[in-house]
């Protein structure tokens, strides 16, 4: 299973002001060129802290803010100074994702395209005409449909994907996770574990599987998100999750992840890598 971090995310306050714009008029050359150092240090320190910890893939996540061009690029350029772990980039802006996916020296992943006829039309031929791999919404995250529609709708993305260009190798299905504090969401848990396997059955060549874990526990109390995240994520691994979007910094989530591994044969089983 592949651990993608989203530690890299405007949805964090300290990575936000990291990436605030700042206009010239508003401070000296001198005061620029130390925020530009301060914001760097900061990014690249968290990159590397995510690669240590065992990350695959490095997301960054400027849909809740500053979702502009520069700061993509800005952000990528960051990144890779340190690291040439594959990115995956989150935006809601097509030409935010031009101006990153120019900057990637390696394809990244897109993140996420749904059935909407903007996101079809716009983000994925964008996505092709770089070679990069796409996360493909294929559920409604507010309000999912049963297990037949949610498997039509990964069809007819799925096909539309292929026909921008971007064969099943480079797609990776995200049917989305709900909090589990509503009735709602524990319902749709359990539709997850019967459509992961079914996913594995309906495609050939196979697609890759994701999802955001920590959706699953807001709501719940914060001593409680770590553990129900951790679980949520033991069961979808079991069932074939390929990937997911995870803070790499949890030292028990990252666990979960290489025990996946070891007991699926996808990995040697070590004791200090239990331990870590």
Known sequence: ?????????????????????????????????????????FIQNLTEQCVKAGADIIEINLQQRYDEPEIMKFAVE??????????????????TLKAGLRACHRPPIVNYISLSKEKLEETLPIAARYGAEAVLLIADPTAPNNLDDILKSAVVLTGAANESGIP??????????????????QRYSRILLELLPALAETFDPPVKTTCWINNASAGAPR?????????????????????????????????????????????IYSDREVER
């Open 1 to 41: 299973m592949l651990a993608i971090a989203n530690n890299l995310t405007t949805r964090n306050r300290k990575v936000a002001e990291a990436l605030k714009p700042r206009t010239a008029e508003s401070i000296s050359s001198k005061a620029a060129e130390k925020h530009r150092k301060e914001r760097t240090d």
């Open 78 to 95: 960051t990144v890779q100074n340190v690291t040439d772990h594959q990115l995956c980039l989150s935006s809601r802006n097509a030409d």
């Open 168 to 185: 099943n190798g480079n797609i990776y299905l995200d049917p989305g996770v709900l909090h589990v504090t509503s009735d709602l969401g």
């Open 223 to 267: 001593r409680l998100r770590p553990t129900i995240n951790n679980t949520l994520l033991a069961m979808l691994g079991g069932v074939g999750l390929s990937s997911a979007f995870i803070d790499v910094m949890n030292k028990d989530i990252m666990r979960t992840i290489r025990l996946i591994m070891m007991l699926k044969d996808e990995a």
